[in-house]
């Protein structure tokens, strides 16, 4: 079983549309996080969830905008996709703030 | 404030020499730390973490790493390579503001 998956693995989509990333964990987990990681492999944090709540919100266009329906899913939804939009969208999530994290396998979007 | 810096952005070793990955990190608290890794396409897999035991740690695949905090270093050592070794690793600190924070990262060759 998948610890930490994500949906869908490969995502292609020209400028302006909207679209969604969904992310699912099965490790009983209170905390959830979604990272961006850019063509130079820079890894940065965008937003974390603990029990539902958002307690980390980096500096992110407020076109990304993350739901988390219960504590197990944490989706992303992005508004008026940008070229620079394009990169890999990490789904991770740990049982408390700042413990190891386990990771999807990566979304990687491309917008063109 | 926290930040962590991988000091080298590749690394080449030949099968079966040692390897060294270096990390420094500063924080206002005592952090912890993880070394992640990250094999080409795939997502990231914790290799080991620290957090305030034994300063020697053990981590997955005959890696460890010592925490000095005289140094503020989390240099990552293995002591034979593999060729499956080769990955792009990443040094993490986190501390009491929850704040995570990735190196980034190092891509280690492995050369025949």
């Known amino acids: 079983d998948t610890a930490v998956s994500q949906t869908p693995k490969y995502l292609v989509t020209q400028m302006g549309n909207d679209k969604s990333i969904k992310c699912e964990q099965n490790l009983g987990h209170d905390t959830m996080y979604w990272y961006k990681q850019d063509s130079k492999k820079f890894l940065k944090i965008m937003f974390s969830y603990n029990n539902k709540e958002l307690i980390i919100n980096e500096t992110v266009p407020n076109r990304f905008s993350p739901k988390s329906p219960d504590k197990a899913h944490l989706n992303l939804h992005i508004n008026s996709l940008e070229l620079g939009d394009s990169a890999v969208y990490f789904c991770?999530?740990?049982?408390?703030?700042?413990?190891?994290?386990?990771f999807g396998q990566g979304t990687r979007l491309t917008v063109v | 404030a926290q930040s962590v810096t991988q000091l080298d952005s590749h690394v080449s070793v030949s099968e079966g020499t040692p390897v060294l990955l270096r990390c420094n990190y500063s924080?206002?608290?005592?952090?912890?730390l993880f070394w992640y890794v990250q094999h080409p396409n795939k997502g990231l897999q914790l290799l080991l973490k620290y957090t305030s035991a034994a300063t020697l740690v053990k981590g997955i695949n005959g890696f460890e790493a010592e925490f000095k905090k005289s140094e503020t270093s989390f240099h990552l050592t293995k002591p034979s390579a593999h060729m499956s070794d080769a990955a792009e690793y990443f040094c993490?600190?986190?501390?009491?503001?929850?704040?995570?924070?990735f190196g980034k990262g190092t891509r280690l060759h492995i050369l025949p």
């Open positions: 924080s206002s608290y005592s952090p912890s």
């Open positions: 991770a999530s740990s049982q408390e703030p700042s413990t190891e994290a386990f």
């Open positions: 993490v600190v986190s501390d009491r503001d929850d704040k995570i924070i």
